[in-house]
């Protein structure tokens, strides 16, 4: 068991008890551990057996530790099971849509038996809701609206629950042995989407080990996994089963002869393959899941590795993230495939919140995280003082905190640490700072994080009142969308990056997992239009530093280079690249700041 189910095990144990109605303080704990899980490096599952290592951990108590071994020992909790008996698990959906807490959820549950975003949607289409204590006719439009987003998005599944379910699976399989000679995630995983409809993962098998018997008892093994909910199908060379959070996996088992061939079918995307098959064709060659083959006779061409059947369509070799027929075949076919960005390539990591807003770890501890993962530099951003949910910071608190991370910095972290803020863009476009304060920061991020539902127009110059002060260097989180949650918001981007462009304000691609925002299209957008791009993981934990991989993915969907991406540059290279602000020449400032950070 990892961290991330350990986590997810806890938390929905934390929401039916307060949806239970237990006392703040019971569901709290759950919640804290849950929350300090999530970002922990090390292993619950081995410091379970180090029970005193493990009560050294904040919020941790004997009782959490009980729990924990329990836990990890059965895989379950008992608890969340006898709740789940009075409710249905399809409750929890229900948490997942905007506008909706588990005060409200209990109220649903208890006036209307209503258990599942259908049922909701029945009450409120219904019109019962608007008269409910504490619900009101804006609460019933917006639960309305949030059903929407859930329904159109539901059955898909984040890229880090994807990834963290294909690598148990893969670990799984492998017990069998040499029966197996490797298990490769393929489809949207593979090609690095942000969200993913089912697991397709593509089994070789060892050499001697290709008998229809030896099969058999390799599926059985497969078919062993625990997770698994139901099985679906067991084929002659496939298994299908679904995961106990509905995710489907389907498993297909191969000869080393034609993996290279089934790499590329079912790595996708549908329309990169009817365009390669269009392309063979015209070769007079044929392509299919077993090989690319002459088309008269049939004599296969190429078939047991991905690059050599691009060689022969004479292309040169398609990175995964790229394979969406969006003009990557013109591009590989005259050499002008973009170099992609790697994600050792970034040096910093530009947004990310410490105990003084949200964040759950000091200043020290995510400069420490960060530099294990080895980055030259980071910029603590935290909330300003509109977002009062997250403990946003006034002015004069803000003041001290710059100084609180100036001092950190110069204690020789073994990395610098840059002051900004994530400075609300209020409703109006002006920022949550005086230009005094603003001035102060080295690495002002500007987000949106209220009033998602303006008209287009009114959002548009909302946008653009931001990019056009002069103190705006990055634009944090640019659309506000969350992944099956909340829709992006609306406005004109074209005008927007053409504003970013001219006014050297760069657009962040932020890579926590249910935002990975800006998306693929927006990133390329910007790469054609020379608008600067900051890659960020707007980390709540230390533990969240290691999203950046993400992002990365994101920014390679967006055919993103090395140097499309300023955090690539080393410290005083990036300061330099990020727009100067007003009565500060960039060559001062950069010293300025080397001296700050010296003193
Ligand atoms: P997903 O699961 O919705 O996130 O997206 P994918 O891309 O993983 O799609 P999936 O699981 O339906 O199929 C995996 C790959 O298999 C897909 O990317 C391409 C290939 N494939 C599936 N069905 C077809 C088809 O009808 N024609 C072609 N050419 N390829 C297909
Ligand atoms: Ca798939
Ligand atoms: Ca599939
Ligand atoms: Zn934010």
Known sequence: MDNKQIAR?????????????????????????????DGLPESIAQLVTTPDKLEELPGIGERMVEHL???????????????????????????????????????????????TVADVERVAKEGKLRDLPGFGEKTEQN????????????????????????????????????????????????????????????????????????????????????????????????????????????????????????????????????????????????????????????????????EEIYAKLKLDYIPPELRENTGEIAAAESHKLPHLIEWNDVKGDLQMHSTASDGKNSIEEMAEAARKLGHQYIAITDHSKAVTVANGLDEKRMAAHIRKIREASAKGLGIRVLAGAEVDILKDGSLDYSDELLAQLDVVVCSIHSYFNLERAAMTDRMMAAIENPYTQIIGHPTGRLLRRRDPLDYDMEKILEACARHGVAMECNSYPDRLDLKDVYLRMCRDRGVKVVISTDSHNAGNLAFIRYGVTMARRGWLEKRDVINTLPTEEFLAALRAKPGVSKSKAATEKKSAAKR
Not at 9 to 37: H, M, N, P, V, W
């Open 143 to 306: 639960i309305l609206k949030a059903i929407e987003v859930f329904k159109k998005s539901s059955g898909r599944f984040h890229i880090d629950a994807a990834e963290a379910a294909a690598a148990e699976i893969i670990s799984h399989i492998k017990k069998a042995g040499k029966a197996v000679e490797e298990v490769t995630p393929a489809g949207s995983l593979r090609r690095g989407k942000e969200t993913v409809g089912d697991l397709d993962l593509l089994l070789t098998l060892g050499v001697g080990h290709t008998g229809q018997k030896q099969i058999d008892a390799l599926a059985k093994h497969i078919l062993e996994f625990p997770g698994i909910d139901q099985t679906l199908a067991r084929g002659e060379n496939k298994v299908s089963f679904t995961l106990q959070n509905g995710l489907q996996v389907d498993v297909r088992l191969l000869e080393k002869e034609s993996f290279g061939a089934a790499l590329l079918y079912f790595t996708g995307s549908k329309e990169h393959n009817v365009a390669l098959r269009g392309r063979a064709n015209d070769m007079g060659l044929t392509l299919n899941e077993y090989a690319l083959a002459t088309l008269k006779g049939e004599k296969p061409v190429a078939g047991r590795t991905e």
């Open 69 to 115: 071994q329990e836990i990890v020992k059965t895989g379950d909790y008992a608890l969340r099971k006898k709740l789940l008996k009075k409710y249905p698990a399809t409750i929890l959906d229900l948490l997942e849509l905007q506008s909706l807490g588990p005060k409200k959820v209990a109220f649903l549950w208890s006036h209307f038996k209503a258990g």
């Open 9 to 37: 095990i806890l938390r929905e144990t934390a929401q039916l008890l307060e949806i239970d109605g237990a006392i703040i303080g019971r569901y709290r704990s759950y919640e804290k551990a849950a929350e300090l899980i």
